[in-house]
C-alpha cells in the first residue's frame, strides 16, 4: 500500500491542472506559476502547499494527518553543456495511512522552469 500512495502523491505533485484526461481537477495548480519570474520563494512555497493540501486531500484519502512541507531554493542543474542555476523545489509529505495508523512520508524534488527531476 505505502508504494501505491508514493505513487499517487508523486503523480498528484509532478501533473499539472488539465494534463489528466480523465480528471481535469487532478494534479497541482502550482505548475500554473512555474516560469512566474515575479513570484518570491516564500510566496511560491505557500501556493505549492496550499495545492498540494487540496489534492492530497481530494485523490489520497488513504492518508491522514497530512503535513506538507516545501523548500523553495536555488540550486545547481548540471547538463551536458554545463551548469546553471535553477530554481529547486523539495517536497515533503508526512501523514499517517488510515488503515493501520502507520507513519508515511514520501519526499521529492525537483527543477522547476521547465520541470527536471533531480
Given at each position: 500500500m505505502?508504494?501505491?500512495?508514493?505513487?499517487?502523491?508523486?503523480?498528484?505533485?509532478?501533473?499539472?491542472?488539465?494534463?489528466?484526461?480523465?480528471?481535469p481537477?487532478?494534479?497541482?495548480?502550482?505548475?500554473?506559476?512555474?516560469?512566474?519570474?515575479?513570484?518570491?520563494?516564500?510566496?511560491?512555497?505557500?501556493?505549492?502547499?496550499?495545492?498540494?493540501?487540496?489534492?492530497?486531500?481530494?485523490?489520497?484519502?488513504?492518508?491522514?494527518?497530512?503535513?506538507?512541507?516545501?523548500?523553495?531554493?536555488?540550486?545547481?542543474f548540471?547538463?551536458q553543456?554545463g551548469?546553471?542555476?535553477k530554481?529547486?523545489?523539495?517536497i515533503?509529505v508526512n501523514?499517517?495511512?488510515?488503515?493501520?495508523?502507520e507513519?508515511?512520508s514520501?519526499?521529492?524534488?525537483f527543477f522547476?522552469?521547465p520541470?527536471?527531476?533531480?
Open positions: 505505502q508504494e501505491s500512495i508514493y505513487r499517487n502523491l508523486h503523480l498528484i505533485i509532478t501533473t499539472g491542472s488539465g494534463e489528466h484526461k480523465a480528471d481537477q487532478y494534479g497541482s495548480e502550482f505548475w500554473d506559476n512555474d516560469y512566474d519570474i515575479h513570484l518570491t520563494n516564500d510566496s511560491r512555497r505557500e501556493i505549492i502547499i496550499k495545492s498540494l493540501k487540496q489534492k492530497i486531500a481530494l485523490y489520497e484519502k488513504r492518508i491522514s494527518n497530512v503535513d506538507v512541507i516545501v523548500k523553495v531554493k536555488q540550486g545547481v548540471n547538463t553543456q551548469s546553471m542555476q530554481r529547486r523545489i523539495e515533503t501523514g499517517q495511512i488510515k488503515r493501520n495508523m507513519p508515511i514520501f519526499q521529492t524534488g522547476i522552469g520541470f527536471t527531476l533531480a
